[in-house]
């Protein structure tokens, strides 16, 4: 595999999804999806619930195969890589889950140490001081002995933000940041998240639906709807969007849908 | 209206055709893919030892004590039925095939699947369905490799090793009932067994929870790890708990059939 290292310095868009299709079974999830994300920013991908955001999210980070559409991570399009290529290519890649998918049997410390002993051969002190660097990063101190069941909401998110990092990643997913945190505890992980981008340099790929929360972090800004990109552009230029789906997203205005009385009855009169 | 149900019996069997196509290939690569990792080296010895002493050590009090009873059931029954006949040296023998052959290798098996094997399902179904599987892809580490290949070492070497302690309690247990309860010489409890116990009986004896190691790994690790892709389509705690009824039952019967196709085969 050629070394991303090298290659990103010559890349623009370090992130480039082309004509993405999707399906679970036979119903299509995302339609013809084209994304760029250029180096060094953070984007915010942004809809409702079931509007395909996570599943887009997923596919950028090689969890689910792609009908047809390409992805290209550093200049590589990982639909096109072998397992072997992709672990190799996720060294480049941190990724905080909504939930934190923290390892329930492991400390904080353990967890956030996971991904350096395994692909590094630094010594047990090196480590250590690392793994004190990232949770003094995220405000957690102090903290390395607790298990994850003694975290809070918000302590989970940052210690799973410490360990996605650890390894100093060029990209950095998060997913739903924001989702079940207080305002105070939300607008904290928000100024995080801009510190690591201007004091790490990384890119930054954020989904999430609290709007506060992506108008705050975001250089741009893309909107899914229905598995379909409505707009991709900047704060301003989504807010000034004349789209009626991005204009009732933004103003939290529920669909209004057109009720066909005969669709409506074949629906609840249907067998099966 | 005639014709519908044909057609409807056509589909059902098309249907479950394909899935359990899908299922057996699933599997086959499932597996090939765990055992494959267990000879890249290096080995995690922590995780495996961490293991062993989870499904072997933590389960050795149920196993001493099912095989005790289960070698004073078979004493006691030996000794009615052979009292008949005058037969009583041959209450060792009975008793120590008995065990060895059979029922020390399928009861131990069950014992494992029941405290270990149900266990190791829920276990990676929660770890799958609060991403932390997802979370070991994105961290560039192989789940099998990291969470499932240490379940197989340690039970290959662990569920050999409970069924041994399985035969020894129990032909103790049966030495306990024929010898003292019920006057059987102690020296014709324990000839007969050295006579009628050969090298055959021990491999067998051997081989049956060697074989059925890799049946329990297999089938529970699988159903946990992919309790997401799950036929009935449920989801969260009750897919987690559905699943590990399933392998629990799938398991159980997987070990009686291969109990069977072993015997057959070596005996």
């Known amino acids: 595999m050629p070394d991303v290292s090298t290659q990103d310095k010559d890349i623009e868009h370090v992130i480039r999804v082309e004509n993405l299709v999707t399906h679970f079974g036979d119903r299509e999830i995302l339609h013809n999806v084209n994304i760029n994300v ?31 559409g390409s992805i290209y991570m550093l200049g590589q399009d990982i639909t096109q890589l072998s397992k072997k290529q992709m672990y190799e290519m996720r060294r480049n890649m941190g990724v905080a889950f909504q939930g934190g998918a923290l390892f ?6 353990e967890n956030i140490q ?17 793994t004190r660097m990232k949770l003094e990063v995220v405000n957690l101190a102090g903290f390395e002995d607790l298990m994850p069941s003694e975290l809070s909401g918000g302590m989970i998110k940052r210690v799973a933000l410490a360990r996605s990092i650890i390894m100093d990643p060029r990209l950095l997913f998060f997913d739903e940041p924001s989702a079940g945190l207080d305002p105070v505890v939300s607008a904290e992980l928000d100024e995080l998240i801009l510190r690591l981008r201007d004091a790490m340099g990384m890119t930054i790929v954020i989904v999430t639906h609290e709007l506060d929360s992506a108008f705050r972090i975001a250089d741009r800004i893309t909107v899914l709807d229905q598995g379909q990109i409505l707009i991709t552009g900047s704060v301003e230029d989504v807010k000034n969007c004349d789209n009626e789906r991005v204009q009732n997203l933004l103003n939290r205005k529920p669909k209004d849908e057109d009720i066909d009385p005969e669709a409506y009855l074949q629906r609840l009169t249907r067998e099966g | 209206m005639l014709l519908a149900t044909p057609i409807r019996l056509i589909e059902k069997i098309g249907f479950e055709s394909i899935y359990i196509t899908r299922l057996t290939g699933s599997m086959i690569i499932f597996l090939v893919h765990c055992l494959g990792n267990i000879f890249i080296l290096p080995i995690r010895f922590t995780a495996v ?9 933590r389960s050795l009090l149920v196993i001493i004590v099912t095989g005790m009873f289960t070698g004073m059931v078979l ?23 008995g065990l060895i052959q059979e029922l020390g290798p399928v009861l131990a098996a069950l014992m494992v699947i029941g405290r270990a094997g149900s266990a190791m399902t829920a276990e990676l179904g929660i770890m799958r369905n609060s991403e932390q599987i997802d979370a070991l892809e994105c961290m560039g580490i192989d ?3 990291f969470l499932i290949t240490p379940k197989f070492i340690a039970t290959i070497f662990s569920l050999p090793l409970l069924t041994c302690v399985f035969d020894v309690v129990g032909i103790c247990g049966g030495y306990l009932v024929a010898v003292i309860n019920n006057d059987v010489p102690s020296g014709a409890f324990i000839q007969g067994m050295i006579t009628n116990v050969d090298w055959a009986d021990l491999r067998l004896g051997l081989v049956k929870p060697l074989t059925f190691s890799v049946i329990i790994v297999w089938i529970c690790s699988y159903k946990g790890f992919y309790v997401h892709q799950n036929r009935s389509g449920v989801f969260g705690a009750e897919g987690v708990s559905l699943v590990t009824t399933n392998a629990v039952v799938m398991s159980s019967v997987s070990v009686l059939a291969l109990d069977y196709v072993v015997g057959l085969i070596m005996l």
Do not use: C, W
């Open chain 1, 114 to 130: 996971l991904p350096l002993y395994e692909h590094t051969s630094l010594d047990d002190m090196t480590i250590k001081i690392m």
């Open chain 2, 49 to 57: 030892l961490r293991q062993i002493y989870f499904i072997g050590a």
């Open chain 1, 104 to 109: 329930s049997s492991m400390t904080v410390a």
């Open chain 2, 143 to 145: 789940p099998y490799r």
């Open chain 2, 75 to 97: 004493a006691l029954l030996a000794y009615y039925n052979l009292k008949q006949y005058g037969n009583m040296e041959l209450i060792g023998a009975a008793t120590a095939l």
């Open chain 1, 38 to 68: 250029r180096k060094g920013e953070v984007m915010v991908i942004m809809g409702g619930s079931g509007s395909g955001k996570t599943t887009l999210l997923r596919h950028m980070l090689g969890l689910h195969q792609a009908s047809s």
